[in-house]
């Protein structure tokens, strides 16, 4: 038996959780100057409704495994939510790539249906079936790696008021429970969010509604980076940490 809640509440919606492969160049392309890509060239997208503030925040992430200073882990590229309260603050505080979008996702009966929009674009559908109940397996840990940095308020190029640097977003989770998908994941083209251009699809791994247990999480301010060799980062899409200029593209 799953997790059990009164109609209606917001709290303990299971992740839906999305994995496949891509081609390593193309994740290392995407990475900055001192985080390397990790053993598998793997893209990882967790899609959510989670309870922030009192009310329900709709979001999707997309992470890419990566290695700092051979720690084996996740860098994220983009988390898109849909309240824009909780996306400067986090920018600011921890330098999570941090902006507004549309997330879509539901349950109705075995059908799992979830759809990704940014800008007017929507760039991700996913339509799927819960096949089985899955092991919970052991308890687990996890590194997710975001970036901090300032550029100098007088505008001189690879000038910093806060260098780059790599911030360690460490976990431990348990698993509640969690289903099998059987579906389909597709990408569609995006100037905004280009996951479908610069991270293409070469094999779907796995899909899975997944309820954690939250057991431990940790923040920490790493290793200062290359503020040359970060520069072209510097510049972004919609928040994000994928290449752009100035904010990325006009409509």
């Given at each position: 038996?799953?997790?059990?809640?009164?109609?209606?509440?917001?709290?303990?919606?299971?992740?839906?959780?999305?994995?496949?492969?891509?081609?390593?160049?193309?994740?290392?392309?995407?990475?900055?100057?001192?985080?390397?890509?990790?053993?598998?060239?793997?893209?990882?997208?967790?899609?959510?409704?989670?309870?922030v503030g009192g009310e329900?925040?709709?979001?999707?992430?997309?992470?890419?495994?990566?290695?700092?200073?051979?720690?084996?882990?996740?860098?994220?590229?983009?988390?898109?939510?849909?309240?824009?309260?909780?996306?400067?603050?986090?920018?600011?505080?921890?330098?999570?790539?941090?902006?507004?979008?549309?997330?879509?996702?539901?349950?109705?009966?075995?059908?799992?249906?979830?759809?990704?929009?940014?800008?007017?674009?929507?760039?991700?559908?996913?339509?799927?079936?819960?096949?089985?109940?899955?092991?919970?397996?052991?308890?687990?840990?996890?590194?997710?790696?975001?970036?901090?940095?300032?550029?100098?308020?007088?505008?001189?190029?690879?000038?910093?008021?806060?260098?780059?640097?790599?911030?360690?977003?460490?976990?431990?989770?348990?698993?509640?429970?969690?289903?099998?998908?059987?579906?389909?994941?597709k990408l569609m083209d995006?100037?905004?969010?280009?996951?479908?251009?610069?991270?293409?699809?070469?094999?779907?791994?796995?899909?899975?509604?997944?309820?954690?247990?939250?057991?431990?999480?940790?923040?920490?301010l790493e290793g200062e980076?290359?503020?040359?060799?970060?520069?072209?980062?510097?510049?972004?899409?919609?928040?994000?940490?994928?290449?752009?200029?100035?904010?990325?593209?006009?409509?």
């Amino acid at each position: 038996m799953g997790p059990q809640t009164n109609p209606g509440e917001i709290c303990q919606w299971p992740m839906l959780k999305i994995a496949y492969r891509t081609d390593a160049d193309k994740i290392a392309a995407l990475l900055p100057a001192g985080i390397e890509p990790g053993d598998n060239p793997n893209v990882y997208i967790t899609i959510y409704n989670f309870p922030v503030g009192g009310e329900p925040e709709y979001g999707y992430v997309v992470n890419v495994e990566a290695k700092y200073q051979g720690i084996a882990g996740e860098f994220t590229l983009a988390i898109g939510i849909d309240q824009e309260n909780a996306v400067h603050i986090s920018q600011e505080r921890w330098g999570q790539p941090k902006f507004v979008a549309e997330t879509q996702y539901y349950r109705l009966g075995n059908m799992v249906k979830a759809k990704l929009s940014h800008q007017g674009y929507t760039f991700l559908e996913f339509t799927g079936e819960v096949t089985d109940v899955l092991p919970n397996g052991d308890e687990f840990e996890q590194n997710e790696w975001w970036i901090k940095s300032s550029r100098a308020v007088d505008g001189t190029p690879e000038k910093y008021d806060f260098p780059p640097h790599v911030v360690r977003v460490y976990s431990k989770y348990g698993t509640q429970y969690q289903e099998g998908l059987a579906g389909e994941l597709k990408l569609m083209d995006s100037p905004w969010d280009p996951i479908a251009n610069l991270l293409p699809m070469r094999e779907q791994l796995s899909a899975k509604l997944w309820s954690p247990i939250f057991l431990d999480r940790r923040i920490t301010l790493e290793g200062e980076l290359d503020g040359q060799a970060f520069w072209p980062h510097a510049d972004t899409i919609g928040g994000s940490r994928w290449p752009g200029t100035d904010g990325g593209p006009k409509k």
